[in-house]
């Protein structure tokens, strides 16, 4: 037993260490010039460990994505927190996903549940961003999720699925 246990050990271990984690952080509607150089600067400051092992991903707003791809260093990618499912036109206030390329983002997070709730986004409008996305080179951080009264009604795994 001893060499099992010896050998699954070893196999969580190589599990482990394939593994690749991802930290991300969504600053939401909060921040301004200073705050945010601020914050840069502790981030470039901090301890990360090599890539091979985390990716580290931070979505600030809109107006202050071209501050932080230009400030923050390589070990830090920037997302934007919701992109268009169009390339351009008249879509007054909206980014499009080669904009957001334009201004050194690499990621872009799509179906956050207030975009969902609070902007009435639904299933069929979040897979058109994701293929829009996906097609210009964007990388994708997927929200899914239920709100507290379907969770309350049992049906998060219907939601999830539906969903993804």
Not at 96 to 104: A, F
């Amino acid at each position: 037993t001893l060499d099992l246990l010896s050998h699954r050990c070893s196999m969580c271990d190589k599990m482990a260490s394939s593994r690749r984690f991802f930290v991300g952080g969504n600053w939401k509607l909060n921040g301004n010039t200073a705050s945010i150089k601020e914050l840069v600067e502790k981030l470039n400051g901090a301890e990360i460990p090599t890539s091979n092992v985390v990716d580290i991903v931070v979505a600030p707003p809109a107006l202050y994505l071209r501050q932080c791809t230009c400030a923050l260093n390589e070990r830090i990618e920037v997302s934007a927190q919701n992109c268009s499912k169009e390339s351009k036109g008249a879509y007054t206030g909206e980014n499009s996903p080669d904009m957001i390329l334009d201004v050194g983002a690499k990621w872009t997070l799509i179906g956050h549940s207030e975009r969902r709730t609070v902007f009435g986004e639904d299933d069929e409008l979040i897979g058109a961003k994701v293929e829009k996305a996906l097609d210009v080179g964007l990388k994708v951080i997927a929200c899914i999720g239920e709100t507290l009264q379907q969770r309350d009604a049992n049906q998060t795994m219907d939601v999830v699925t539906r969903q993804m």
